[in-house]
């Protein structure tokens, strides 16, 4: 029996051959009409109906997620648009602003691919950048004192509200609600400092879990910030659309989180060598992590992590850092960090899913865009196919050292 792999370059395994070897993929995904988003604008969760809430405003702002996401923005966004027109609001008064946090700006193509031509035409559409001290605006500060800061554009406007998605989560325990406006459209120093607390965590305490102290401190920030209505969605692991949780950004939210454990959740037995691949989040290493940080989860303490992943634009916008410093165990990092020798921590967050691995076990990478000499140069191993890594973990653990693979 053969496993096939999302992506055309990747070696199929022989599961036969490979015995133990398990294959772990999500519960079958239910099937059935589509949710109706009309519906839920008119009927939110613990709120009033969102012509209600703007009928009053002038300016309307509409945050959404960025191209590393797979949101199904070009079929709401037009239906959102015009149920604002419907309750009154002008075109020109409404601007769509995408909550890149610390990723880089999407292109004018990407905006059109990802939103629609006539979004992109009808309505001024902005890139969050959060290193633009200029377009940041101060709201407040965290329990540890960080400040926080905002894009400016959202105290702007009268409403804002936020299209996003809610799914599992290394750092908040899951994406959606509060996180479009911190790490969304926040500035660099409150951005770091959240994520930086969520990796001193370990894996079981946050990833999957609806409320935790990050998701708390992001929801109090949105709060300052003025979040009024979010609009989030849950996808099935085939990427169709499941359900809309619209309404009151915290408990539509935690409605949502609630769907989304249940539908992707599955029983898993640890592993010595767990196979793992990056889609959809698979641009460049910064994204494909996120499996990484799944895997963690089942690898017992020694084994080893082959991560699949295509990563086209390579490390990520912040690689130089990252060529610089090269790839290290979590202790080390930690210890550069809390003597101020790692001035990115931006970078350091990002190091953190990696180093973990790399500390407790082994991290074997295989990839279309980033060859075995370029991971060797940033300090992680390299295979030319993923029958390679396999025999070189079995090679360093044994030949019988259970194996599983994480499909989704």
């Not at 509409?62 to 009154?88: C, M, N, Q």
Request: aromatic fraction near 6%; include cysteine; charge should be negative.
């Amino acid at each position: 029996m053969r496993y096939e792999f999302p992506y055309s370059w990747a070696d199929p395994l022989d599961l036969d051959a490979l015995r133990p070897c398990s294959v772990y993929d999500i519960p079958d995904q239910p099937t059935g009409p589509p949710p109706n988003l009309s519906h839920c604008l008119h009927s939110p969760i613990e709120t009033p109906p969102l012509a209600e809430h703007v009928r009053n405003a002038g300016r309307v702002l509409i945050l959404v997620d960025d191209l590393t996401r797979d949101t199904p923005r070009s079929r709401l966004l037009p239906e959102l648009t015009d149920y604002l027109f419907t309750a009154g609001i002008d075109e020109e008064n409404v601007t769509v602003l995408v909550a890149a946090g610390m990723h880089r700006p999407m292109s004018d193509d990407e905006m059109r691919t990802c939103f629609g031509g006539a979004i992109c035409e009808r309505f001024r559409v902005v890139n969050h950048v959060a290193r633009d001290e200029g377009n940041l605006e101060p709201v407040g500060r965290m329990q540890d004192g960080t400040q926080v800061t905002i894009n400016r554009l959202v105290k702007e406007h009268d409403f804002v509200l936020a299209v996003g998605q809610i799914s599992p989560h290394r750092v908040a325990g899951f994406s959606g609600g509060a996180k479009m406006i911190l790490p969304g459209v926040s500035g660099e120093e409150v951005t770091v400092a959240v994520h930086w607390r969520g990796w001193l965590c370990e894996g079981e305490e946050v990833f999957g879990v609806v409320e935790t102290p990050v998701r708390l401190e992001m929801e109090a920030v949105a709060e300052q910030a003025g979040l009024d209505f979010i609009v989030n969605v849950v996808l099935t692991a085939d990427h169709r659309l499941y359900g809309i949780y619209a309404g009151d950004f915290r408990a539509a939210f935690r409605r949502g989180a609630e769907s989304s454990r249940r539908l992707l959740s599955t029983p898993v037995d640890r592993a010595d060598i767990v196979v793992v691949d990056s889609h959809p989040y698979d641009i460049d290493i910064w994204q494909a992590c996120k499996a990484i940080s799944v895997a963690e989860l089942v690898v017992r303490r020694g084994g080893t992590i082959i991560l699949v992943t295509p990563c086209p634009e390579g490390l990520s916008a912040h690689s130089s850092y990252i060529e610089e410093v090269g790839y290290l165990p979590c202790s080390e990092i930690v210890r550069r960090v809390e003597e101020g020798r790692f001035p990115d921590r931006l970078t350091a967050c990002h190091m953190m899913a990696l180093g973990r691995i790399l500390e407790r076990g082994e991290l074997i990478v295989v990839s279309s865009g980033l060859s075995p000499a370029a991971l060797e140069r940033v300090g992680l191993k390299g295979a030319n196919g993923v029958g390679e890594a396999v025999s070189a973990a079995r090679a360093r653990l044994g030949p019988v050292a259970s194996i599983a693979i994480l499909r989704n």
